[in-house]
């Protein structure tokens, strides 16, 4: 039987890993042996309950999404993640980062931040947790996710822009790196996603858990069985998408979906959809799948989603590639504008443009029955509320009429 957890090294079969330079190799280790000793305290899972009941406010409603159901053919649920306080999946991570830090005694908080939602989500924790937090954020993205950066600096945080590069996710992170290794003995770096040198990938996965955890024991309340036929989520590095995978990863009768964002096409150039285009590599401190030229530099990315325009992805999301468990597909960004609005109307909800590229492959695939002739049972996870995103919506519905 395949294991598509991390062995002791961090590795997901060839994927994984901690590729770090030796002045961070002492950081690394001590959040290697956090993630090992102090999750498993009871007084720590106990507190980290707590915040996840009464802070965050989960369990995240699963919704029955009727009218798309009947539209679509199939009965389709909506894990509700952007009722989250703070409006995303981000905030499972970065609370149970931020809840580690304290523990392990460290001073201060860093962050990189793509759409601004884990940077709003560790912003948030840091607050409540009183720690100050600085966020590092590409220039672009601090242009088209405007109200993030306001949430962010109206929590305390110090917000970074990073002009380097493609002035996106990738740039911000490798800026926050570069934070880390200037002050790693006082610093914890929350990382957003399923990436980066091990523990990450595997700590930021057990802290999504709780999306598939819930979702089983949801679904058998409203239909009798806990596996649905098939989860969808959207995926840039990759995190909302392993916890909505993470309880299923053993159940093959499960089918497993990840939705990359394919920017302008394909074939265009213009492009966030790594494992369609990408070939493996080390980015960001492990071995994984990345978008990089024959001389190895990383290549510049696109995607209309600010959180899936990243030129990598985590190395679980590679190894489930790899092993077949996972189908993973893209959507480009015009398909996920008209997914976004196609939600709104059919059910009253605003998504993310992330969530919204995961909406356009439900809303274009055909669902055929089930061999016994009854509908087939689909979850997707709505990992984050559209607010953000609402002067990108205005500007294409402008362009439409």
């Excluded at 993470?246 to 990840?258: K, N, P």
């Excluded at 009854?374 to 559209?386: A, D, H, P, Q």
Aim: glycine share 10%; proline share 4%; aromatic share 8%.
């Amino acid at each position: 039987m395949i294991n598509y957890q991390a062995d002791d090294r961090g590795f997901f079969g060839k994927f994984g890993g901690a590729y770090v330079p030796e002045i961070l190799r002492a950081a690394v280790d001590q959040v290697l042996q956090g993630y090992q000793n102090i999750t498993n305290q009871e007084n720590f899972k106990a507190e980290l309950q707590i915040l996840f009941r009464d802070y965050i406010g989960r369990p995240s409603p699963l919704y029955f999404a009727s009218r798309l159901s009947k539209h679509l053919g199939a009965r389709v649920f909506l894990k509700r993640e952007e009722l989250n306080h703070t409006g995303s999946h981000k905030i499972n991570n970065a609370i149970g980062q931020t809840l580690l830090a304290k523990y392990m005694g460290k001073k201060r908080i860093i962050a990189e931040t793509g759409a601004g939602q884990h940077g709003v989500a560790t912003a948030t924790a840091a607050a409540l947790l009183n720690f100050p937090c600085e966020v590092y954020m590409g220039e672009l993205d601090v242009a088209r996710q405007a109200p993030n950066v306001e949430r962010m600096l109206m929590l305390g945080a110090k917000v970074h822009p990073v002009a380097s590069g493609s002035r996106t996710l990738k740039d911000a992170t490798n800026q926050a790196i570069r934070a880390w290794i200037n002050d790693p003995d006082e610093t914890y770096y929350v990382i957003g996603s399923v990436v980066g040198p091990h523990p990450y990938p595997a700590l930021v996965a057990k802290f999504q858990s709780v999306i598939s955890e819930e979702i089983k024991q949801q679904l058998k309340e409203k239909t009798g069985t806990e596996l649905p036929d098939v989860v969808i989520a959207c995926v840039g590095g990759g995190s909302n998408a392993i916890g909505a995978f993470y309880h299923f990863l053993d159940q093959r009768s499960v089918e497993l979906i990840g939705v990359e964002a394919a920017g302008r096409g394909l074939s265009t150039g213009e492009s966030a959809a790594t494992l369609a285009l990408g070939s493996e590599g080390v980015l960001h401190g492990s071995r994984t799948i990345v978008m990089h030229n024959q001389d190895g530099q990383i290549l510049e990315t696109h995607s209309i989603s600010a959180g899936l325009d990243y030129p990598g992805i985590g190395p679980q999301h590679a190894h489930l590639h790899d092993t077949a468990r996972a189908t993973y597909v893209s959507a480009t960004d015009d398909e996920a504008l008209a997914a976004a609005f196609e939600l709104s109307k059919l059910e009253g909800i605003l998504p993310a443009l992330e969530p919204a590229h995961a909406l356009a492959y439900l809303l274009r695939t055909k669902w055929e029955r089930k061999s016994d002739g009854s509908e087939k049972t689909i979850v997707l996870n709505l990992c984050g509320r559209g607010d953000k995103d609402l002067e990108t919506y205005r500007k294409y519905q402008h362009a439409r009429n």
